[in-house]
T-cell receptor, first 114, second 111 residues
Framework: DVKVTQSSRYLVKRTGEKVFLECVQD?????MFWYRQDPGLGLRLIYF???????EKGDIPEGYSVSREKKERFSLILESASTNQTSMYLC?????????????FGPGTRLTVT | RKEVEQDPGPFNVPEGATVAFNCTYS??????FFWYRQDCRKEPKLLMS???SGNEDGRFTAQLNRASQYISLLIRDSKLSDSATYLC????????????FGKGTKLSVKP
């Protein structure tokens, strides 16, 4: 069974703080993704990575950066958190030999920036 | 035009009812299609893939119409446990497997 874990379920940070969200998958998947989900806006892709040290911008990368130093771990960084980054953050992974393109999601981190 | 469009609902149906959700997508180059299910405050999970020939999994039937760029999900004999948000999802190609998610249709099945 694929398992994707995220470092925190709930996080409260102050405006201007640097925030790290960690994601780990245990299935040796090459592709990893960070999304945010907001009411009425659905899931939006922030960044993705198709291999170690590789990263690509998604649809809404502004205000975020990512790090992928190891295959199993994909980190999302908010350099200076702002209130408009209050959201649910979801990490996902996918193996490139998967014909189904199924992405497996972590449980999410609900981030509140005050 | 939005890439994947769904009626947000909510669809409120009694147990045992049949309910259908529709979804349209804008990119004619889309290659793969899916329905994901998301329970309240949980992560999305794959419900089923959608094939050109249509496919059925128990009470769930998915259909794809490429000419009209239209995907549907039919749920028969609804159960209370079917209450969730159903996300229409499209892969627009590329080896990275990037998916475009609809905003979801909320289903509430009542006793």
């Amino acid at each position: 069974d694929v398992k994707v874990t995220q470092s925190s379920r709930y996080l409260v940070k102050r405006t201007g703080e640097k925030v790290f969200l960690e994601c780990v998958q245990d299935m040796d998947h090459e592709n990893m993704f960070w999304y945010r989900q907001d009411p009425g806006l659905g899931l939006r892709l922030i960044y993705f990575s198709y291999d170690v040290k590789m990263k690509e911008k998604g649809d809404i990368p502004e205000g975020y950066s990512v790090s992928r130093e190891k295959k199993e771990r994909f980190s999302l960084i908010l350099e200076s958190a702002s209130t408009n980054q209050t959201s649910m953050y979801l990490c996902a992974s996918r193996g490139v030999d998967s014909f189904s393109y199924e992405q497996y999601f972590g449980p999410g981190t609900r981030l509140t920036v005050t | 035009r939005k890439e994947v469009e769904q009626d947000p609902g909510p669809f409120n149906v009694p147990e045992g009812a049949t309910v259908a959700f529709n979804c349209t997508y804008s990119n004619s180059a889309s290659q793969s299609f899916f329905w994901y299910r998301q329970d309240c405050r949980k992560e999305p999970k794959l419900l089923m893939s959608v094939y050109s020939s249509g496919n059925e999994d128990g009470r769930f039937t998915a259909q794809l119409n490429r000419a009209s760029q239209y995907i549907s999900l039919l749920i028969r004999d609804s159960k209370l446990s079917d209450s969730a948000t159903y996300l229409c999802v499209v892969n627009v190609g590329g080896s990275q497997g990037n998916l475009i998610f609809g905003k979801g249709t909320k289903l509430s099945v009542k006793p």
